[in-house]
């Protein structure tokens, strides 16, 4: 009988081992972590998302950065005090893994709680809302100030501790992974604002952050000022660029303890900002969480003076009676960007024989441009202190979806009047007409400005005026209005169509823009009313 050879069955190629890198890990945990925060019932949306994953981090990443500090202190010998005692430090309560459901929700929520050990205790946020450093500006202030404005959302307790072993794989002390996720978290911190639709206020799109940080070129032993910082987006910028030049330990040490100071009132945001600093390598963010409004102008000395500020100030809002009282009484108004205006051209450090003058880039709403009555006085200030150099023209749709209302950048320096301004027009490449959401600005779309910043001639995007052709004033010298609104006079007879919705959307903003002068007016009239009284 014949034997039948079998036939051997193919072999099966090997699959090719996909080792992950840091951002696709990373990536892969963040995401994870979302999904699971989307099961719980007390979470909605991502406007709630976004602070838990915030909150979290935010305590792991201080707990990684004080464990490795407790290891170099022993290396060297020293004593190393946390600014979290037991059991409230992360590797106390968020490695126990027995610490879960309605237990992990007490530890994190309740006022009073009862550890696995029976004695009673203060419950973690009110623990760490209540700490105090003896000189009131340490790290243990900025995580009270932190607290104080941040709530667990969650009500299932088991899905927290699903999160909390996630972030828990993340290691902050490896610098290949800091600058993954700071990138990573950057990115979500733009989807989710985005996607809440009510955060246009402090998001400014990074290629005009980068722009404005670039032209301003701050240097090692400069301080950068942003009073209304948002996530800060500018004071990141500005340490990055700043950081590559930190050569020596002793500029390392002005890049940490002296270089970037904020201001954000808002807690979320606040929270926000020192996580995207943190993340980026700043080891004690100095972001004040007060009203930056809140000082007299005439009280800020110069002690308090910095070299540079950038800003995207809030525009459009009011503010309380008590604070435009710090303000002069013929510069009052309740249009938060001309008191941010006010407030940045007196913290510029004066110009001395010795000393430079401080300088800024700011982004302002077009209505400021043209606005009259304190508006115009504000401007007259700033044209005769400070030498408004440059504005450049941003088309609409830049800051979509927040508003289609277009901006402008003023670039400026203190301790000399301004002569003449340069103007330049960014208009948005032929392929896109206008620029959305879906269709944003990008960092090339600044090169050509770049390369005219350094050797200026009007062309068809740039034109100088004369100041004496800005500055009205009646026949008696009395001032009429300053106004900066001056349109490109190389683009004359140019049509642009536009779609009926998009102009009909363009007409509301306008309408806003109208309501808001009026109330100016409003205003100027009762300044007027009570002179005469």
Known sequence: MAKIKKEKAPKKEAKPVVVE?????????????????RKDKGMNGDGDRLPMLTWIMFLKFLDDNENLQEINAQLEGKKYKSAIAEPYRWRDWAKDKNLTGDDLLAFVNNEKIKLADGKERTGLFYYLRALQSETGAERKDVIATVFKGVTNRMINGYLLRDIINKIDEIHFTSNEELNSLSHLYESILKE???????????????????????????KIGETVLDPACGTGGFLVEAFEHLKKQAKTVE??????????????????????????????????????????????????????????????????GEEEKGILNNFPDDKQTTETALLFLQLIMRKLKRKKPTQDGGRAAIVVPHGTLFAPGIAARVKKQLVEDFNLHTIVRLGEGIFAPYTDIPCNLLFFEQGVPTKEIWYYELLPPADKKKYSKTKPIQFEEFDELKVWWS???????????????????????????????????????????????????????????????????????????????
């Open 192 to 218: 989710m604002r985005d996607a809440s639709g009510d955060a246009g206020e402090f998001y400014t799109p990074r290629p005009v952050v980068r722009f404005m940080v670039e032209m301003l070129d701050p």
């Open 251 to 316: 500029h390392k040490k002005l890049l940490q303890e002296q270089s970037i100071i904020g201001g954000e009132a808002k807690p979320l945001p606040y929270l926000l900002s020192q996580m995207n600093l943190l993340l980026h390598g700043l080891n004690y963010p100095n972001i004040d969480s007060g009203n930056s409004l809140r000082m007299p102008l005439k009280d800020i000395g110069d002690n308090q003076r910095v070299d540079i500020v950038l800003a995207n100030p809030p525009f459009g």
């Open 21 to 37: 890198t840091p951002a696709q890990r990373l990536s892969g945990i963040i995401k994870t972590c979302r999904n699971i925060m």
């Open 455 to 533: 050797s200026r001639k009007e062309n068809d995007n740039a034109w100088k005026v004369k100041i004496t052709d800005i500055v009205k004033n009646d026949e008696n010298g009395k001032l009429i209005n300053v106004n900066l609104d001056i349109k490109n006079p190389n683009r004359k007879g140019e049509f642009e169509y536009r779609e009926p919705a998009e102009l009909a959307k363009s007409i509301i903003e306008r309408e806003k823009e109208i309501f808001s002068l009026m109330k100016e007016i409003e205003n100027e009239i009762k300044i007027a009313l009570s002179y005469e009284g």
